[in-house]
């Protein structure tokens, strides 16, 4: 059994930035590709994130997020991090880290992803 924990969301004005976290237990970390995708009210979850399982650390990006988030993995500490910057009102969403322990690369469909956090609340104001 794979657990995600995300925490990090919060309210901010646009412009602004945020951290979120995700910590993993149940399951070999390194074993995993990682993903971040989020889901705005009466819109369908979208890929925001992903990076590549192991040492390499091959990221991947939603054109929509590309150049303000950064996603990022502590192996060490099991945990992947997004670092959103210059967040816009349309970044709003629950957003939701996942992984991946079947797929060679980084997968953008939902149905790729093994596991699933519960979400966290980013809410951004103009």
């Known amino acids: 059994q794979v657990q995600l924990v995300e925490s990090g969301g919060g309210v901010v004005q646009a412009g602004g930035s945020l951290r979120l976290s995700c910590a993993a237990s149940?399951?070999?970390?390194?074993?995993?590709?990682m993903a971040w995708f989020r889901q705005a009210p009466g819109k369908e979850r979208e890929f925001v994130a992903g990076i590549i399982r192991r040492v390499s650390g091959s990221t991947y990006y939603a054109d929509s997020v590309k150049g303000r988030f950064t996603i990022s993995r502590d192996n060490a500490k099991n945990t992947v991090y997004l670092q959103m910057n210059s967040l816009k009102p349309e970044d709003t969403a629950v957003y939701y880290c996942a992984a991946d322990g079947d797929s060679f690369g980084v997968r953008i469909g939902v149905r790729a992803y093994n596991y699933w956090g519960q979400g966290t609340q980013v809410t951004v104001s103009s």
């Open positions: 149940g399951h070999t970390f390194n074993d995993y590709n």
